[in-house]
């Protein structure tokens, strides 16, 4: 049960919220336009989201497709690049945790200003 917790469904939450995070990026742009009224506000909600597409938009060009691949196939598009930053998501995940785990196991620490209690041997 421990490893369905700490890595089977972290991993899927991961990848379910790179998949949401890509699709609202491929619509940040008209999301903006319909909520801010403000051309300068849009543009920066696309760059944001230019970013976040990255890795989909690499490998749809590497793959043959062109600018307009996100908007015909925008499902394959958000689940393909939901899938790369999931994965992600889950590595950064994955490094704070053990070394969370890896602190707590070794017991508290004495802060820096003070001395560790020591027994006397009678």
Partial sequence: MKTFQTRTLPLLSSIALGTA?????????????????SVP???AC?????????????IFEWLG???????????????TNGLILGI???S??????????????S???PSSGERPIEAKVI
């Fill in 21 to 37: 995070l890509s699709w609202a990026s491929i619509y940040a742009f008209w999301f903006a336009i319909w909520t801010f009224h």
């Fill in 41 to 43: 506000i849009a543009r």
């Fill in 46 to 58: 696309d760059l944001v989201a230019d970013f976040i597409l990255i890795p989909a938009t690499w």
């Fill in 65 to 79: 497709g062109d600018q307009t691949t996100m908007f015909t196939d925008s499902t394959s598009f958000a689940g």
């Fill in 88 to 90: 992600l998501f889950y």
């Fill in 92 to 105: 950064i995940f994955r490094a704070w945790w053990t070394r969370h785990e890896a602190a707590h196991a």
């Fill in 107 to 109: 017991g508290p620490q």
